[in-house]
Every structure is written in C-alpha cells, then in structure tokens.
C-alpha cells in the first residue's frame, strides 16, 4: 500500500513510500531537503523492514532541528505500519 507523509521541521515537506507488511519501498522525499541526502537514503533503505530503518536512522538530527529527513522516514514508516497492522 502506498502511504504520504507531511514532514515536520525538515526542508523536505513530503515522504511518500510502500510498505509491503513491514519491508519498505520506493521511498521518495518530496518539495525540498539536500538532493544528495535525499537519493541516498531512499536507496540505502529499499526492502528494509520497519524496524531496521528505525534502528539505524532513528533520533538522527539535521542541526538544531531536532530531527532530519532521516528521522522523520522512521516516523513516517512506524506510523504507516501502525496503522496497517489496525486494518488488517
């Protein structure tokens, strides 16, 4: 199922993904954020699970923000797999 995300205090404004149970794919960072940063996270995380990607990119932070684009696709993923798990 194809999910979106509306980033919060990142320059990047949308993560749009699939998730196939908890294996994440195509994942696309979306109006904004470092182009380099932004076509290397998405291939280094195609076909992890869920929990991977939150193991090695959670609690990342991009400066004084708090978090980054990184971090922000660990929330995005959690909380599409969350929200699967209700459905089914």
């Given at each position: 199922m194809e999910y979106?995300?509306?980033t919060q205090n990142t320059c990047s404004k949308e993560?749009?993904?699939?998730l196939e149970?908890?294996?994440v794919k195509d994942v696309k960072f979306l109006y904004g954020g470092c182009?380099?940063?932004l076509q290397a996270?998405?291939?280094?995380?195609?076909?992890m699970t869920v929990e991977e990607i939150e193991e090695k990119l959670g609690g990342i932070q991009c400066g004084y923000r708090g978090t980054s684009c990184a971090d922000q696709l660990v929330?995005?993923?959690?909380?599409a797999y969350n929200?699967?798990?209700?459905?089914?």
């Open positions: 979106s995300y509306e993560i749009r993904f699939k149970g908890n294996v182009p380099g940063n996270v998405p291939r280094l995380v195609e076909g929330q995005a993923v959690k909380k929200e699967s798990k209700n459905i089914a």
